[in-house]
């Protein structure tokens, strides 16, 4: 793949002097080390590679507890999760990740819960993994961060166009994710993401973030805004 061998930052098309992992290395537990699954990198400059640096533990942190854990979650949050609560800015990760949870009412009363989608820094890392896996597939490159729209997946894509998603994973239980081209209109491809078999993202790549934003101010106008 042409892709593989470009000297161009897969993110902003700079002159690219690093490698950066699309799947971040802090996702993945210690048992992973030796695994043949070979790690997904792409070219990237010294800016873009170091941009998310302090995003991707956060991110990890998140998916940490977000749902009913796999094996794979097991391990790092008993293994260099917890250890890392104990380095210099552990206090500070462990307040970010508190912050994030939002008190819900439920019939069992109070339960305090917490919501991907509604967080920023989380989503930027969804991006970013797009934007990597993009390039990574030749399918489009660069992609930049305002030309992807992220949400939680929460509506049911029909099995059709399910079906006729490629399907790829990094690994197994650390992200499933299926893709397809779509070409309409401004929209490039659409996304699926699971993060350890759970927590499902959808995004959407757009050839421009000029597209992206009038499909934004677009869904804004619905219901209609009474001060208008
Ligand atoms: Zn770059």
Same mark, same amino acid.
């Given at each position: 793949?042409?892709?593989?061998?470009?000297?161009?930052?897969?993110?902003?098309g700079?002159?690219?002097?690093t490698?950066d992992?699309?799947?971040?290395?802090?996702?993945?537990?210690?048992?992973?080390?030796?695994?043949?699954k070979?790690r997904?990198t792409?070219?990237?400059?010294?800016?873009?590679n170091?941009g998310?640096?302090?995003d991707?533990?956060?991110?990890?942190?998140?998916?940490?507890?977000?749902?009913?854990?796999n094996?794979?979650?097991? %391990?790092?949050?008993?293994?260099?999760i917890?250890r890392s609560? $104990?380095?210099?800015?552990?206090? !500070?990760? =462990? +307040?970010?990740l508190?912050?994030?949870?939002?008190p819900?009412?439920? %019939?069992?009363?109070?339960?305090?819960?917490?919501?991907?989608? $509604?967080?920023?820094?989380?989503? !930027?890392? =969804? +991006?970013k993994?797009?934007r990597?896996?993009?390039?990574?597939?030749?399918?489009?490159?660069p992609v930049?961060?305002?030309?992807v729209?992220?949400?939680?997946?929460r509506?049911?894509?029909?099995?059709?166009?399910?079906e006729?998603m490629?399907?790829?994973?990094?690994e197994?239980?650390?992200?499933e994710?299926?893709?397809?081209?779509?070409?309409?209109?401004?929209?490039?491809s659409?996304?699926l993401?699971?993060?350890y078999?759970?927590?499902?993202?959808?995004c959407?790549?757009?050839?421009?973030?000029?597209?992206?934003?009038k499909?934004e101010?677009e869904?804004?106008?619905?219901?209609?805004?009474?001060?208008?």
């Amino acid at each position: 793949m042409k892709a593989a061998k470009s000297r161009l930052c897969a993110y902003c098309g700079g002159d690219a002097a690093t490698v950066d992992h699309v799947v971040s290395r802090a996702l993945y537990p210690p048992s992973k080390a030796a695994s043949r699954k070979p790690r997904i990198t792409v070219p990237a400059c010294v800016p873009c590679n170091g941009g998310w640096t302090d995003d991707e533990p956060h991110f990890r942190n998140v998916m940490m507890v977000a749902g009913e854990p796999n094996a794979a979650v097991r %391990e790092l949050w008993e293994g260099k999760i917890r250890r890392s609560f $104990r380095h210099a800015d552990g206090h !500070r990760r =462990v +307040r970010e990740l508190a912050e994030k949870f939002e008190p819900v009412e439920t %019939e069992q009363g109070t339960r305090h819960m917490i919501f991907p989608a $509604r967080d920023e820094r989380v989503k !930027r890392v =969804v +991006r970013k993994t797009v934007r990597g896996l993009c390039h990574h597939h030749g399918l489009l490159s660069p992609v930049a961060d305002d030309q992807v729209m992220v949400d939680i997946h929460r509506f049911a894509i029909p099995d059709e166009f399910y079906e006729q998603m490629t399907a790829a994973h990094a690994e197994a239980d650390i992200l499933e994710y299926r893709y397809a081209v779509i070409e309409e209109e401004d929209i490039h491809s659409g996304w699926l993401l699971t993060f350890y078999g759970r927590t499902p993202f959808l995004c959407l790549v757009f050839h421009s973030a000029a597209a992206l934003r009038k499909v934004e101010v677009e869904a804004l106008r619905e219901p209609p805004n009474p001060r208008t």
